[in-house]
């Protein structure tokens, strides 16, 4: 598993340079056509957006040329293949009209094909950065790694492996602006952790601002935010020792309740009516001195 981990690191260009030169008569892996039906997607990719029109040109490009770079695959039970990379260049193959494709075969478990799909797509920029974060996600849940023997696994640096799960904590709103294409991962990273996330990505997207903006505008709004904190801080430190005074000087148990502004509410509880007619008695007598 340590050798397949080094292998793994250095990517997917050196996986196919090391079976290239594998010849069909394994019957098993190495280089070898095979009926574009007998292949099948995986399930587990962490890609699911391809681009319409991407693909159109690619197609193009196939039916003049052909599928240059062959597909990775493994085999399933059966017959039959499954996709471990190359989906896009087999869907442009299939819009192509081609009856065959070159595949290279390797027996592979769950674990190396997800992660070879994923090394693929993040070593050719193809993944929107949820997607990227989905795929580290599945990885960790589904085979325990940890933050550093996946970065060591996809070939990446242990902060942009973590920078890019924390994307996950996201408001689903926000995930999808990020995965349109609307927000970039660096706008994003700057919202994860507010609770304002997704009135501050509105705010983003309208105003077309950079990521430099982005962290600014983050500062200054988490600044006012601090400040409504302590002045909420110190309200309710006052209120509780009003309540408190209150309570002492009638004997019985009295509420306030602030509202909007300086507005709010005093509530005072009694058991009996002979509380209630000494809390009146009180306050009138205390209204008829002032007048």
């Known amino acids: 598993m340590a050798a397949q981990k080094r292998r793994l690191g250095r990517g997917l260009a050196s996986l196919i340079d090391e079976t290239a030169d594998v010849g069909a008569a394994t019957g098993q892996q190495g280089l070898q056509t ?27 490009s196939i039916r003049e040329k052909g599928l240059v770079q062959p597909l990775l695959v493994r085999p ?27 595949v290279i075969v390797r027996t592979l478990s769950d674990q190396e ?21 989905r795929g580290y996600k599945q990885l960790m849940d589904r085979f325990k790694h940890t933050q550093e023997g996946l970065s060591s696994a996809v070939g990446k640096s242990r902060s942009h492996v973590a920078n890019t799960l924390r994307l996950m ?5 926000v995930q999808t602006l990020v995965e349109q294409g609307a ?67 009638l004997g019985l148990t009295v509420k306030i309740k602030p509202g909007p502004g300086e507005t709010g509410e005093v509530r ?22 002032h007048k």
């Open 34 to 60: 095979v009926p574009i039906e007998s292949v099948r997607p995986n399930p587990h990719n962490p890609r699911s957006e391809f681009d319409e029109t991407e693909l159109s040109e690619l197609a193009d």
């Open 113 to 133: 094909s997800l992660e070879l799909a994923i090394i693929e797509n993040v070593q050719r920029a193809d993944l929107n950065a949820m997607e990227e974060a």
């Open 268 to 289: 005072i509880g009694y058991q009996t009516l002979e509380q209630l007619e000494g809390i009146r008695t009180r306050i009138l007598s205390r209204a008829n001195k």
């Open 183 to 249: 927000l970039s991962a660096g706008h994003a990273r700057a919202l994860v952790g507010r609770s304002d996330a997704e009135a501050l990505a509105r705010k983003i997207v309208a105003r077309g601002l950079n990521v430099r903006d982005v962290e600014a505008l983050v500062q200054q709004t988490g600044s006012k935010q601090k400040r409504r904190a302590g002045r909420s801080s110190r309200q309710d430190a006052d209120t509780r020792a009003a309540a408190s005074e209150l309570a002492d000087a």
């Open 169 to 173: 904590k996201l408001p689903e709103s």
């Open 76 to 102: 399933t039970e059966g017959a039959g293949y499954e996709l471990v990379a190359g989906e896009r260049r087999w869907r442009a193959a299939q819009m192509a009209a081609l009856h065959k494709v070159p």
